[in-house]
């Protein structure tokens, strides 16, 4: 029997957008705190959920993905909520199956790192287990294109959540997050945690969080090198550096009045990318051979809009890309006012 991938069949015909970034955009909207970063405003204002799916879809992603980040039972009981979780799941399920439906767009479940994973801790990776079990049972049920599985520090945490995937038969796409030393934190080199999880039946492995594109670049390399197939590259939208290779690792010396002394999560306003930035991302990591492309954490729509124009394509939000020839005092538009013009070099 012949099983059908719309995921596979989408990356035959090019290189795939997804959209990620929901916890930080609705933290910096006011509806959902920093961190527990615990999706509630699923439940509480879902028309909002439904509505920045649809705008990173007009921006230009390929695929819905059901906000479900930190929705699992660890993090809902963190917060007293772990009564909600089967309704949370369910309920962001429901809003992104909607929309990818409205616009034929791949609609994927997500799962994410666990927080109490242990690799020498039996009884820890069993409730790993059971956590990822009843999300993509749910994610199953809901008849989801594909599961995206992220942001894994432990490449052997990722594994498990691949083999709960693929339980399910369902297409995986299993990326890592790689913290100040590159490597896993097994100990693993990069190249070799996503050789081991290919091998292990990933249909895209690859990066995603923490790093920026500035440090995100060079450990693709190191990926595409040990891989043969379809490689994910999700950077945070931040100017990391080497000396600072995470946003969690970033220091302002503009300001140091930070509540918890540093400025992650909800200072980084200053490192944040430009779109161009990001576009120009997109074309270097396609050009490594990366298939499987998007922004997490801090991204917004024009992020996305950015990485597909910089892929060759006019998403419906393209209408509104910059034209500055129009500009009162930056244009060329012969309708313009000369002496406007002639007074932009006071502006």
């Known amino acids: ?11 035959r015909t090019g290189p795939v957008i997804c959209a990620e970034g929901y916890l930080f955009e609705f933290e910096r909207r006011g509806y959902l705190q920093a961190g527990s970063f615990v999706p509630e405003v699923v439940l509480e204002e879902p028309l909002l959920v439904s509505q920045l799916h649809r705008e990173f879809v007009h921006a230009g992603s390929d695929v819905v993905e059901a906000f479900t980040y930190y929705a699992h039972r660890e993090k809902l009981a963190l917060i007293g909520r772990e009564g909600d979780l089967e309704a949370m799941n369910r309920q962001a399920l429901q809003i992104a199956r909607d929309v990818a439906a409205a616009h034929d767009s ?24 059971a956590m990822f079990a009843e999300q993509v049972a749910w994610a199953a049920e809901a008849g989801v294109d594909f599961v995206i599985a992220e942001t894994f520090s432990y490449a052997e945490e990722a594994l498990v959540a691949l083999e709960v995937i693929k339980q399910e038969g369902l297409d995986a796409v299993i990326t890592l997050a790689i913290q100040r030393q590159p490597e896993t934190r ?26 920026g594109p500035g440090t995100m670049l060079a450990l693709l390399e190191e990926v595409r090198g040990a891989c043969d197939g379809h490689i994910a590259a999700l950077p945070v939208p931040y100017r990391t550096t080497d000396a600072e290779p995470t946003f969690q690792s970033l220091t302002d010396r503009a300001w140091d ?91």
């Open 106 to 129: 791949l609609f994927a479940g997500n799962i994410c790192n666990t927080n109490v994973f242990e690799p020498d801790d039996v009884e820890s990776q069993r409730a790993v287990r």
């Open 1 to 11: 029997m012949v099983v059908l991938s719309r995921l596979r069949d989408r990356l």
């Open 257 to 347: 009045h930070f509540p918890d002394g540093r400025p992650f999560p909800t200072a980084l306003d200053p490192f944040m990318c430009n779109r161009f930035e990001l576009g120009a991302f997109a074309t270097a990591a396609h050009d490594l051979g990366v298939t499987y492309l998007g922004v997490c954490c801090g991204a917004a729509p024009h992020h996305i809009r950015s990485i597909a124009e910089a892929l060759g394509r006019s998403p419906p939000a393209s209408r509104f890309s910059a034209d500055m020839s129009r500009h009162a005092f930056f244009g060329s538009d012969q309708r313009l006012k000369p002496t406007n013009q002639e007074f932009a070099k006071e502006l």
């Open 186 to 211: 097994e100990g693993w080199t990069v190249g070799d945690a996503c050789r081991r999880i290919e091998d292990a039946g990933a249909d895209v492995v690859g990066l995603n969080c923490s790093r």
